[in-house]
């Protein structure tokens, strides 16, 4: 059972005044094999807010978080994250960021415990043995710290990939269907995770189908369609006007 | 902390990691010391019984099972980092590139030294090789041959880790750079069998660590790019 409370970020990140914005990016775009899975976004979104990216599938919501996780660069277009920008300070940026994509990243070989543990050494996490019991804790896990992870249901495995963003100090948590796989109550740790982030001042972008039960924790919506953003909701984030077509490259988009 | 010692410590944290995954699954040791056995027994066989011809045989073949071992054992160390994403989770993590090449690294070296010791005890068995008088150079020549074998496998098993067809990409990549070492390392264990009647044994064992510096130096500096996105 996950705890009530949960231990985040003790980082300060200081008033959202002070802050630059959290995400800016201008004509973003990415093509693979020529067709662009993102055709040009242009959003900003303020620091602390939680923000929700939805569209149905092939929308460009996971390619977006990847390009703004720095695991893709883009093929056109720029942005920043916390002012610091995605093609030249990547270095910067990486410990700022937090990512939890379709895929755990967890070896199944190593137990539960074990994953967190390497996963706080690469994060240069303080106390990291005492860090590393908490996060088990806080995401119900703690009766299974010793068990491999190739025993582990998906719900199990994604709560695990969970706690290690607890273990960071990232100022943009990015969450890709992070309630795939989740029964109720490890919804209610995701809904609790948004709430423990949104009080620290942690900017939160999540990308799903449906937002139902996050909805009270949220404070914008972008919806996305086929690699472009078609509309802004809510309180937090601005679209700029939608540039399907980056100039001077043949970037087709049909829609 | 300083950095060195930073990066020396995500080094052995990675390297750490690699051997307990192997340690449970036990896919890189076992593979590749059946591999290593089963190339010996084959050139052992094609060439027949004359004790005298495999013991002149014997430094060529060590060296031909443990580069094709080698090959395999780089490899599933590699395999690894593709349960459910975790390469890209590795390649996320806010650390100095080398330091994740210097532990893939090192995982790869004690797997090939544990390989190397076995099949140069295999060699002596079954070649009649005698090895007791000549152990310290033929030590210095395994220790400095492994690290050339796991410095150019780390890298090129993480250039192919990403490809379908990995498998037949990796020793094609690997094994004409790992010529020069074959050659050097295959000429010193000779030299140390024969007791270096030429004096050339020191020759061939600065080959050996010129090969190490050249390519642990290179992987260093160029792992990094194969972990982001082109």
Known sequence: MPRTTI???????????????????????????????????????EPGRAIALLGPNGAGKTTLLRILSTALRPSYGSGQVDGLDLGRDVDAIRPRI??????????????????????????????????VDRALEDVGLIGRRRDLVRTFSAGMRKRLALARILLGEASLVLLDEPMAALDDEAMSLVQQLLGAWREVGVTVLVAAHSIERLESHLDGRVIMERGLVTAVAGNGVTSHAPAPLVAGHPLTVTR | MTALRYEARLALAIAAKDARAEMRGRQAVVSTLFFAAVVLLLFGFALGPDRARLAEAAPGLLWLALVFAGVLAVSRLHLIETDDGALEQLALYPVPRRAIYAGKALAGLAVMAVLGLVVLGAVAVLFGTSIGSAIVPLLATLMLGVVGIAAVGTFYAGLTVRLRAREVMLPLLMLPILAPLLLGAVKATAAALAGDPFGELGAWLQLLVAFDVIMLTAGLATYGYLLEDG
């Open chain 1, 98 to 131: 937090a990512y939890l994509s379709h895929a755990t990243g967890l070896y199944d070989d190593l137990t539960a415990r074990e994953n967190l543990a390497f996963a706080a050494t690469m994060l240069a996490t303080p106390h990291a043995e005492v860090r």
């Open chain 1, 7 to 45: 231990y985040v970020s003790p980082r300060s990140l200081g008033s959202h005044d002070q802050r630059p914005p959290a995400v800016v990016t201008t004509d973003l775009a990415r093509l693979f094999a020529g067709r662009p899975a993102l055709a040009g976004v242009s959003l900003t979104v």
